[in-house]
């Protein structure tokens, strides 16, 4: 999943790069090429918006490939308030929207007809990391943040057996795993699923 080449990323690049806008009367992109349409402007993004087919093709698949979902376009944020600017668009638009982790659910919950995809990938960053807590963003995987809390000789309390599923995707769904007898499942050892700057990068 998230297979996706450094041609194509250049690719997308190329083609994101043209995307000014989203033409209501067609319910496509606006590129620079077909300006002349009234179109509405993006808001401000710190990250890239895909609209090439490789890329939006990456995403309309899952660990089941049952369902296929093409989105009109694939955002990979660079930060948070991307996300929400991007969600406020495509509310105004009637867009609908999905989030992506690493794409590991069976019957396309993380694909969306038509819309915008999320894909959580870049927002992937391990905050902090104390006996207490870890502070993490939604795309890290569980593999990540447990090399770095191995550093400091500590466990996330429950892990799934796979570990290459993104934090937000398991929380998602719950997350069970080997620990959950004792710990319970993920979701029961998350303080905050809100994001609050205040707690970034402060010893506890
Ligand atoms: C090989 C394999 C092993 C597995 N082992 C376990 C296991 O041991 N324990 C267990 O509990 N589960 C297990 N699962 C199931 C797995 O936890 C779920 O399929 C999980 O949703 C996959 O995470 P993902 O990052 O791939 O999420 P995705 O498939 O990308 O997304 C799943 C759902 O979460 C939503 N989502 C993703 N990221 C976010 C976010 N940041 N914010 C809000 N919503 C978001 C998506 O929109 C979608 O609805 C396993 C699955 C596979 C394929």
Redesign the pocket.
Known sequence: MNNISRRNILQGLIASAVVVGFDTANCSWATSASAAHSFVNLPHLDGVLYTDDAIRANTAD??GHLVHRYPKAVLNPGSIDDIVNIIRFARTHSLKV?????????YG??QVEEGVIID?STLNKVHSISAKQAVVD??VVWSQLLQETLQQQLTPPVL???IE??I???L??????GASHRYGVQVDNVLSDTFNPDILDKPD
Do not use: E, K
């Not at 998602?172 to 795993?177: D, K, M, N, R, T």
């Open positions: 899952d660990f999905a989030a992506r982790g690493q794409g590991h659910s069976c919950q993380a959580m939604a795309g799934t057996d796979y599923l993104s937000g995707g398991t998602s769904v719950g997350g069970i795993g």
